[in-house]
């Protein structure tokens, strides 16, 4: 992943080690000249990572929370899906052109709290109706409201119940104007627990919601499903690679392969920024297939040019963490805080 600059934190992540980063290639300039900057979800080292860069060098702040995952920015808000709860927050800060040297142009507070209890809920979406989410524990998208731990909208046509047993390992969604439209499964079960015996790295499955069908199958424990550009992308995850997906002719085709299990998928004009994960063998999560591609498995954000599939540059995690879960685009926020407590 070649050469960069790194910032180490003062913070340490659960697993004992600071988290440290490094950017590789053209991240660190892209990034500067996008104007915008980074939010990222690390669930297993318990971090929300900002990331700014300046001068031609990488900075970042961590805020911890508890098993962070899904992340949704829209109109100056954050949410972000913890254990127990949906956290969303309010940029309080009136940005300014050029943000001071070591300041913030802006500063993302708690505006509202939607306590969950675990519902293990993975992406996350503001949509028409407010704060979307996949509820995986429920294998439904739901809502979040004040008055309940969640309002179920929509779940897989193979499910007949709402039940707490985690079947098919829901765990994405995906927006078109404003409405859940697309969804990724590790497989088509309606037993509880269902996921964990079945073959996850052939049987994945990629949803249609607005039909409640399947449009495709044979994926490797998908993830991220994203509208952009008139197509739709996502993650095939265990196969670590970038997919785009037409749903007119229900093509799909590999846009890039990267040295991770990819998972946390963002896209900018032509560009997507990718979450990558080491894995782990006989883990759970363990996905040969992206193993046997690669020699080495990187953790960190990798950036892609869709238009040629090249991997531009790339943020790493040195030490502190494992995986990521997502990364979101903050546009026209150079140097974001966020206040946890």
């Known amino acids: 992943m070649g050469q960069g600059t790194d910032h180490p934190p003062p913070a340490s992540s659960p697993q004992g080690s600071r988290l440290r980063c490094r950017a590789h290639g053209?991240?660190?300039?892209?990034l500067a000249a996008s104007g915008g900057s980074l939010a990222i979800t690390t669930y297993t080292s318990g971090k929300l990572i900002l990331v700014s860069s300046f001068?031609?060098?990488?900075?970042?702040?961590?805020?911890?929370?508890a098993r962070p995952m899904g992340l949704a920015t829209r109109d100056g808000q954050l949410a972000v899906a913890t254990r127990t709860q949906l956290l969303q927050f309010r940029n309080t800060l009136e940005q300014r052109p050029t943000p001071p040297r070591h300041g913030s142009d802006a500063v993302f507070t708690l505006d509202q709290g939607f306590p969950t209890g675990k519902l293990n809920a993975h992406d996350l979406a503001f949509g028409?109706?407010?704060?979307?989410f996949a509820n995986t524990r429920f294998n439904c998208i739901a809502r979040a409201t004040p008055k309940k731990r969640f309002l179920c909208v929509?779940?897989?046509?193979?499910l007949e119940a709402i039940v707490p047993q985690d079947c098919?390992?829901?765990?994405?969604?995906?927006?078109?104007?404003?409405?859940?439209?697309?969804?990724?499964?590790?497989?088509?079960t309606a037993q509880p627990g269902g996921w964990r015996e079945e073959n996850r790295f052939t049987q994945g499955v990629l949803l249609?919601?607005?039909?409640?069908?399947?449009?495709?199958?044979?994926?490797?424990m998908p993830h991220s499903p994203r509208w952009h550009n008139d197509c739709w992308w996502l993650c095939d995850s265990g196969h670590g690679t970038l997919v785009r997906f037409?749903?007119?002719t229900t093509e799909r085709r590999e846009v890039c392969s990267l040295p991770g299990f990819t998972r946390g998928l963002c896209l900018i004009d032509k560009y997507a920024l990718v979450g990558l994960s080491k894995i782990r063998r006989k883990h759970v999560l363990d996905a040969p297939p992206v193993r046997e591609r690669h020699a080495r498995l990187f953790a960190g954000v990798a950036l892609v040019d869709t238009s040629t599939g090249r991997q531009l540059g790339s943020l790493e995690f040195l030490t502190g963490g494992r995986e990521v879960f997502e990364v979101v685009f903050l546009p026209g926020v150079r140097r974001p805080n966020v206040i946890v407590n």
């Open 55 to 65: 001068a031609g060098k990488i900075g970042y702040r961590l805020r911890p929370l």
């Open 26 to 30: 053209k991240m660190a300039a892209w």
């Open 208 to 220: 249609d919601v607005q039909e409640s069908r399947v449009v495709a199958r044979g994926l490797c």
């Open 128 to 132: 028409n109706r407010g704060l979307y």
């Open 154 to 158: 929509w779940q897989p046509p193979f």
């Open 168 to 188: 098919c390992h829901l765990n994405g969604i995906g927006l078109r104007d404003g409405r859940p439209a697309m969804a990724t499964a590790f497989c088509e």
């Open 246 to 248: 037409d749903a007119a």
